[in-house]
């Protein structure tokens, strides 16, 4: 069978679903990335047109919040405009069979649906839970289950789908016009009744009623290939406590929220800070580097978090569980899109600590730092998500899923 992969064509989503689709082919299947400028080694067909969603990371990286969202989404929709008209073409000139689609790239599956194909939903960020029964992942809260607490929490999913629907003019009136029923005001019943699958480990998620039986908890999508070599100073690590910090692939534009990372860290001694900045900033930028730290555009994440004490994170799901894989506890600041909700299970259990951008100062952050180097309990807690991450062998059930999901179909 040849499997067509969609996924948006940025890192945080092509790493894990290019890491699924190396195991899936372990499976005796074919695989293509569709729509993509590249797929870490594996076959792609490019975008065939001109991809705003990539010219558009500038500018989200620098927004924060629901600003960033609907940023976000008005691009994603414009993608899935692009799927609805040329995957007919796209499928038959590579005579693909099937389907494996990021949830994130909303509403792809109706292209699917049109064409009669089957297809399987997996998810390279956080899932979303549109039950109501937990918070939305785009939502801060913990999971409680009072009254207020539920209605809230669907208060959440109402605003979530007023966004999409206020992103999707163009999606709707396309699926109108090829004849598609869909209901636009509940986002799931478009999902794969065959398979869904999130490499979110259950053992960090929340637990809710609200999610169908063919969804599924696997564990990691990473498996250490596909990446770009990185050339590391391995030699300056000094053997102190080690801070690795990041901000992603995408939300990466704030040059003060990287200072202030720098002058926390001048105000811990004893430790030593790894910074990756990403391509949009200059580490010169930052100004006087104090010399227990580390400052590079790129840097070998998985390799540098075997070493990690603490890793500082925007909450981005893979760097999260890349952390939690090495028994790597956080400080999480959550930006956007679905970090939110990740920072809410680090918090949840105690893996680590959460605040927030505009509490962010390099006084507090130096406060939560020590926080989670002196107290063991949220390495231990990491630790125990590690043993878990290890003993659900993840990406292999994933790739099992996909693989019985649509060989059944």
Same mark, same amino acid.
């Given at each position: ?129 549109? +039950?109501?029964?937990?918070? #939305? ?10 009254? &207020? /607490? !539920? %209605?809230? @929490? ?91 910090? +990041?901000?992603?692939?995408? #939300? ?10 720098? &002058? /926390? !860290? %001048?105000? @811990? ?141």
């Amino acid at each position: 069978m040849k499997i067509g992969f969609i996924c948006p064509d940025a890192p945080g989503h092509i790493n894990p679903m290019t890491a699924l689709a190396r195991h899936v082919v372990m499976r005796n299947h074919e695989v293509v990335f569709l729509y993509s400028s590249g797929a870490r080694g594996l076959p792609f067909v490019p975008y065939p047109e001109e991809d705003q969603f990539k010219e558009a990371l500038d500018e989200v990286s620098k927004k924060q919040g629901e600003d960033a969202l609907q940023f976000a989404m008005r691009h994603v929709m414009a993608q899935t405009e692009t799927i609805m008209k040329s995957l007919p073409k796209v499928v038959q000139a590579n005579q693909i069979d099937a389907l494996v689609i990021d949830k994130i790239s909303f509403y792809a599956e109706l292209a699917a649906i049109q064409l009669g194909i089957p297809y399987v939903h997996a998810c390279g960020a956080m899932h979303l839970d549109f +039950s109501g029964q937990v918070p #939305l992942t785009s939502d801060p809260w913990p999971p409680e289950k009072t009254a &207020a /607490a !539920l %209605a809230r @929490n669907r208060e959440g999913v109402q605003r979530f789908v007023q966004i999409l629907q206020n992103a999707s003019e163009g999606v709707r009136a396309r699926a109108e016009a090829g004849g598609l029923k869909v209901d636009w005001d509940d986002p799931s019943t478009t999902l794969s009744p065959l398979a869904i699958i999130t490499q979110v480990p259950k053992a960090f998620d929340f637990e809710s009623s609200g999610l169908p039986s063919h969804f599924h908890h696997t564990g990691p999508f990473h498996d250490g290939k596909g990446r770009d070599p990185v050339d590391f100073p391995w030699g300056q690590l000094t053997g102190e406590p080690l801070v690795y910090a +990041s901000m992603g692939t995408i #939300l990466n534009g704030r040059v003060d929220v990287f200072r202030t990372i720098v &002058a /926390a !860290l %001048a105000k @811990n001694t004893g430790v030593q800070l790894v910074l990756s900045v990403g391509d949009r900033t200059n580490p010169k930028e930052l100004g006087p580097v104090p010399k227990n730290a580390i400052i590079m555009q790129r840097t070998p994440q998985l390799q540098v978090l075997k070493h990690a004490s603490v890793c500082i994170t925007h909450s981005g799901l893979n760097t999260v569980l890349e952390s939690l894989a090495q028994g790597v506890p956080q400080v999480a600041i959550p930006v956007t899109f679905d970090q939110p909700g990740v920072a809410a299970r680090i918090a949840y259990h105690k893996t680590g600590v959460v605040t927030s951008l505009d509490k962010l100062t390099p006084e507090h952050l130096s406060d939560l730092l020590n926080q989670v180097l002196e107290n063991p309990s949220y390495r231990n807690n990491a630790r125990r998500m590690q043993m878990e991450i290890s003993e659900a062998n993840g990406l292999s059930v994933a790739a099992d899923l996909v693989d019985q999901a649509l060989r059944a179909a």
